[in-house]
């Protein structure tokens, strides 16, 4: 059965601190694969997206997230967070699967 | 232009109500999914529409959970008997294409509680 699993439940940084938050999934098909983010009192919405190609994407906001086939990983990154980025992060295949969330807090 | 936009935005209810969730999609949208987040949870795909296409209904929990789609456009949740673990935010999502490829975008939900 398809699954995502954030491993991170709620993660704590300070400002210009980097992050990179897990993701694996297990699925035997052709995956398409998204981080999206929800900041306190607004929408869901896309950082980025992976279908094919160079497994380094470039998302909004400085993130970026890395495929690693291998490793049934596409963990998302960004080398100095800052305090707005503090959201909810959730991680997708196929628009069917959602991983449970990460929750990151920036202190300032 | 206008986003997704859901309707109400709060619903309490009493278990063994019926209860109706409505999702305007943007205009020209011809995909609409609906999920669902439990507190806690991620989002748990309920149902997917694409186009004049047969809707994907593999998500959906039980029978007393049905969707439609009138025209393209509007879209309803219908929930039958609620039960408490019914509680949840439902989402609804649209995007341009009916492919997979294509950006979603999300309303602000809908929070049903069932007492």
């Known amino acids: 059965a398809q699954s995502v699993s954030q491993h991170n439940h709620h993660v704590i940084l300070s400002e210009a601190a980097s992050l990179e938050l897990g993701c694996n999934y297990s699925y035997g098909g052709t995956v398409n694969l998204f981080w999206y983010v929800q900041y306190p009192g607004q929408h869901l919405q896309l950082l980025l997206k992976y279908f094919s190609g160079d497994p380094l994407v470039k998302g909004i906001k400085g993130f970026e997230a890395e495929f690693i086939k291998s490793k049934f990983s596409f963990n998302l990154r960004k080398p100095s967070v800052q305090w707005s980025d503090t959201a909810e992060y959730f991680c997708?295949?196929?628009?069917?699967?959602f991983g449970a969330g990460t929750r990151l807090t920036v202190k300032p | 232009g206008a986003g997704v936009s859901q309707s109400p935005s709060n619903k309490v209810t009493e278990k063994g109500k019926d209860v109706e969730l409505r999702c305007d999609p943007i205009s020209g949208h011809t995909a609409l999914y609906w999920y669902r987040q439990s507190l806690g949870q991620g989002l748990e795909f309920l149902i997917y529409?694409?186009?004049?296409?047969?809707?994907?209904k593999s998500g959906l929990p039980s029978d007393r959970f049905s969707a439609e789609r009138t025209g393209g456009s509007v879209s309803t949740l219908t929930i039958q008997r609620t039960q408490q673990e019914d509680s949840a935010v439902y989402l609804c999502?649209?995007?341009?294409?009916?492919?997979?490829?294509?950006?979603?975008?999300f309303g602000p939900g809908t929070r049903l509680t069932v007492l």
């Open positions: 997708a295949v196929n628009k069917k699967r």
């Open positions: 999502a649209s995007s341009v294409l009916a492919v997979d490829r294509d950006t979603q975008y």
């Open positions: 529409f694409q186009g004049n296409s047969a809707p994907d």
